[in-house]
């Protein structure tokens, strides 16, 4: 199972190297059908009860406050997001059956298994019903959920997840390509920064690195009101640096926490 908090610093044509056939073409699928049901300047910020245990009502404000002053310095835009999962885990119940079908079996040899003892049927009728048990109960309990996903799915997931919610926040769309996107996955425990055209043509990834890293610590600590907060403040003062604010500019994106399944 996957332990602790990941960094993920994605910033600039490196990243979008890295989407491979296959997964850009999934990834235009679901953003075109993403983008017909709503628009970003749709969405609503809600504060529903999974993120709840993690952030308040008065912390989303905090944060939507930092975007705010943080964009106060620069005609860069930011959007923080936090998504509860990107992998699916459908797959979960099976791998935790098998699981325990295994260790059946590996008992059942230990113990020279006779088909003509009753005691031993009885055993082997209980070790079935409790495969089928915890199978049926590991998508209603997030920590098996996480111990029968594995790693390298949630990190492909988490990251396929963040570059399709950078198209559907609208920061491409932006006037000078100088958007960014601070990005949390909480079931796969993993963060990433992707930003546009424009900022990975005068920015390194290297930039990010400490940010990130201070957003991952945050994090771990439970902290995630910091964690966004301090994330925040550091983007705009490097996108002040590269990116001031210029005359007549205006807000094209919305500044609150997005909050998503």
Same mark, same amino acid.
């Given at each position: ?105 590996? +008992? ?5 298994? !006779? &088909? ?8 082997? /009728? $209980? @070790? ?87 957003? +991952? ?5 439970? !902290? &995630? ?8 403040? /550091? $983007? @705009? ?25």
């Amino acid at each position: 199972p996957h332990v602790g908090w990941a960094r993920g610093m994605e910033c600039g044509p490196r990243w979008r190297r890295r989407i491979r056939r296959r997964w850009w073409w999934r990834l235009e699928w679901r953003r075109r059908g993403l983008l017909r049901r709503r628009r970003f300047g749709e969405l609503v910020m809600t504060m529903q009860p999974w993120i709840s245990k993690h952030l308040s009502k008065d912390d989303a404000d905090a944060i939507e406050q930092a975007v705010a002053l943080a964009e106060s310095k620069t005609s860069g835009e930011i959007v923080p997001m936090i998504v509860r999962r990107s992998v699916s885990t459908r797959t979960a119940p099976y791998l935790a059956m098998m699981a325990m079908l295994s260790l059946l079996f590996v +008992v059942a040899l230990l113990q020279h298994f !006779d &088909f003509a003892n009753t005691t031993h049927l009885i055993w082997l /009728a $209980v @070790g079935v019903v409790a495969s089928l048990a915890v199978a049926f109960v590991t998508p209603l309990i997030e920590p098996l959920q996480k111990f029968f996903t594995l790693d390298d799915d949630e990190a492909e997931a988490a990251f396929e997840r963040a570059q399709l919610e950078f198209y559907t926040t609208g920061i491409p769309s932006t006037d000078g390509r100088s958007g960014i996107l601070i990005f949390v996955s909480l079931f796969e425990r993993r963060a990433f920064i992707l930003g546009d055209h424009s900022i990975s043509e005068r920015m390194s990834e290297d930039s990010w690195v400490k940010i990130t890293q201070d957003l +991952v610590d945050s994090m771990k600590k439970g !902290d &995630f009101k910091s964690a966004y907060v301090g994330a925040i403040s /550091a $983007v @705009g003062d490097k996108l002040a640096k590269e990116f001031p604010l210029a005359a007549g500019d205006r807000n094209e994106l919305h500044n609150h926490l997005v909050i998503k399944e």
